[in-house]
């Protein structure tokens, strides 16, 4: 066992599960490919020591003021290699970001700005960007990492994700990546082509990001998608084979699922991608081959809005609960908690909580 000085040293680039018999789509072998398990809690940590790496290497200054926009988890990553080599950095985030995500942040001494006025697609992207633009115009001893246009995001992956899943698995038939910056994805589709050609690589974007040309529409769910196109989709000149959409309300009802057929909370990017191959798959009619999946994080932060019913009931209305089939045959019915809008699995019940089911 290494011993580690830096937090940025430790990169859990090979845990990977088989989840051929979690989802719905049979016949396959379908593996998971854990990022979370680092002390950052996402795959950002590998994006945020290439994107500082090359700050420093192309500053002047030893030690630099960083500014960068995110959703939530490569701002935390961010604040950690910031705090480990003591260097300032201010985080734009949004009104969408988990709170969680935003105390992290400010608790490893990172400066955190939300932006409230959405962007012309309804998202915030464009809003947080212009905020930077802004900031350095005013202050230009800042330095932007720009994880949307800087090379550095790419060859995180390139580098560490991608040969680690033909390392793990062997040959890959279909490699399914969420997009959100897509460095993950533009990483791995540079390296699969180079070693592995015949992989299908998917992208898989949310319903109402514009990305790869969809019409924009309001999203919830932090980490994928975009409302507005990065830069280095463009630049880099690659293209997935396909691209498919996952709806926001089907990828909650997949992490609710999946979190109890395996025990491991996912988080909702991790969901969006799990629902998208498995209606892929199905709808295909596809089997007997190796399937590969990316989980950007876990489901932890998502307590207080995708795995809270009140907050899913109140953004998407139309939620409805399932039936006696949603839960496994001898258990209890979870019982509802007034206090935290959530069920446990016990069987007292709230004296003032409605008596219904949970939604997933």
Not at 57 to 86: M, Y
Not at 302 to 312: A, E, H, K
Request: net charge positive; with cysteine.
């Amino acid at each position: 066992m290494p011993v580690f000085h830096n937090i940025s040293e430790i990169i859990t680039d090979d845990i990977i599960l088989d989840i051929s018999d979690k989802l719905a789509a049979k016949g396959n072998n379908i593996f998971l490919k854990l990022e979370a398990l680092n002390p950052c809690g996402s795959i950002k940590l590998k994006t945020a020591r290439y994107l500082v790496d090359a700050v420093m290497k192309n500053c002047a200054k030893k030690t630099p003021r960083l500014i960068e926009s995110s959703s939530g988890n490569l701002g935390v990553a961010l604040a950690s290699i910031c705090a480990e080599r003591g260097l300032s950095f201010e985080c734009v985030v949004d009104k969408n970001t988990l709170k969680d995500k935003k105390d992290h942040i400010a608790s490893l001494g990172g400066c955190v700005t939300v932006i409230t006025e959405p962007d012309e697609n309804g998202g915030y992207l464009g809003s947080r960007l212009r905020y930077i633009r802004d900031r350095l115009a005013r202050d230009p001893e800042l330095v932007w990492t720009n994880q949307y246009a800087n090379e550095a995001n790419i060859l995180a992956h390139y580098s560490t994700t991608a040969p680690s899943l033909l390392r793990g698995i062997g040959p890959i038939n279909y490699l399914f990546i969420g997009a959100g910056t897509t460095g993950t994805l533009l990483g791995c589709l540079r390296y699969f082509r180079e070693h592995s050609p015949a992989t299908r690589i998917i992208a898989v974007d949310a319903r109402g990001s514009v990305t790869f040309g969809g019409r924009p529409d309001r999203r919830y769910i932090p980490g994928i998608g975009a409302s507005k196109r990065p830069e280095i989709l463009d630049q880099s000149k690659l293209y997935p084979h396909e691209i498919v959409y996952a709806e926001e309300r089907d990828a909650i009802d997949q992490c609710r699922r999946f979190s109890r057929r395996s025990g491991i909370l996912i988080g909702g990017s991790t969901g969006s991608v799990l629902t998208a191959a498995e209606q892929y798959l199905r709808r295909h009619g596809l089997s007997g081959l190796a399937i590969a999946l990316i989980s950007p994080d876990l489901g932890n932060s998502y307590l207080p809005t995708i795995y809270n019913d009140r907050w899913v009931h109140e953004h998407f209305p139309q939620a409805h609960a399932p039936g006696p089939q949603a839960h496994a045959p001898g258990k209890r019915e979870p019982a509802w908690s007034e206090e935290s809008g959530a069920y446990w699995s016990d069987h007292r019940r709230s004296a003032n909580g409605p008596s219904r089911r949970p939604l997933s």
